[in-house]
T-cell receptor, first 114, second 114 residues
Framework: KAGVTQTPRYLIKTRGQQVTLSCSPISGHRSVSWYQQTPGQGLQFLFEYFSETQRNKGNFPGRFSGRQFSNSRSEMNVSTLELGDSALYLC?????????????FGPGTRLTVT | GNSVTQMEGPVTLSEEAFLTINCTYTATGYPSLFWYVQYPGEGLQLLLKATKADDKGSNKGFEATYRKETTSFHLEKGSVQVSDSAVYFCALSDKNKRGDKIIFGKGTRLHILP
């Protein structure tokens, strides 16, 4: 079974631009979560989608948004990029979410904002 | 709010040494606890988990016991190998009826010397 895939793997953008990252979960998984990883803040939860609905949200500004499609694939969008948005963005999928549900992570998209 | 605190690294050990990485948590209710590992250039992999007090999670020679009385989930391995060099994250699942939100510690980088 194929793992979680994320595209692109690397991205360079300039301040003020917007970016869209994509995540394809493991086949059959309906929950997709997004995390931001930086050296200073570590891993921080962005949001979780389940059956095309945002079910959980972290403490990030409205510039960060996402969506999920009927095939469970998910996209994350960041508008008006700032230097501080440079990070590794990780996507994770699980069967149904929930406190005991194991999450499987993708390799991440490394975003650099200049 | 819920949080996870783990020992700062880097931790450097010789091959075959005994490993302990401390992790304590603050949470309301009864979260599930996890250890994830991140090898260089890769995403996170679930190493082990425990879902209730006194449970012991184990995998690849690593162990951790869910201690509710001390709110701890320390990671141990009796004899480390060079291939164990990675970043280790302690995490908990936030109590939320709606879905899956994982709170991570800052991570501990482990170097194993041959």
């Amino acid at each position: 079974k194929a793992g979680v895939t994320q595209t692109p793997r690397y991205l360079i953008k300039t301040r003020g631009q917007q970016v869209t990252l994509s995540c394809s979960p493991i086949s059959g998984h309906r929950s997709v979560s997004w995390y931001q990883q930086t050296p200073g803040q570590g891993l921080q939860f962005l949001f979780e989608y389940f059956s095309e609905t945002q079910r959980n949200k972290g403490n990030f500004p409205g510039r960060f948004s996402g969506r999920q499609f009927s095939n469970s694939r998910s996209e994350m969008n960041v508008s008006t990029l700032e230097l501080g948005d440079s990070a590794l963005y990780l996507c994770a999928s699980s069967l149904n979410g929930g406190r005991e549900s194991e999450q499987y992570f993708g390799p991440g998209t490394r975003l650099t904002v200049t | 709010g819920n949080s996870v605190t783990q020992m700062e690294g880097p931790v450097t050990l010789s091959e075959e040494a005994f490993l302990t990485i401390n992790c304590t948590y603050t949470a309301t209710g009864y979260p599930s606890l996890f250890w994830y590992v991140q090898y260089p250039g890769e995403g996170l992999q679930l190493l082990l988990k425990a879902t209730k007090a006194d449970d012991k999670g184990s995998n690849k020679g690593f162990e951790a016991t869910y201690r509710k009385e001390t709110t701890s989930f320390h990671l141990e391995k009796g004899s480390v190998q060079v291939s164990d060099s990675a970043v280790y994250f302690c995490a908990l699942s936030d109590k939320n009826k709606r879905g899956d939100k994982i709170i991570f510690g800052k991570g501990t980088r482990l170097h194993i010397l041959p």
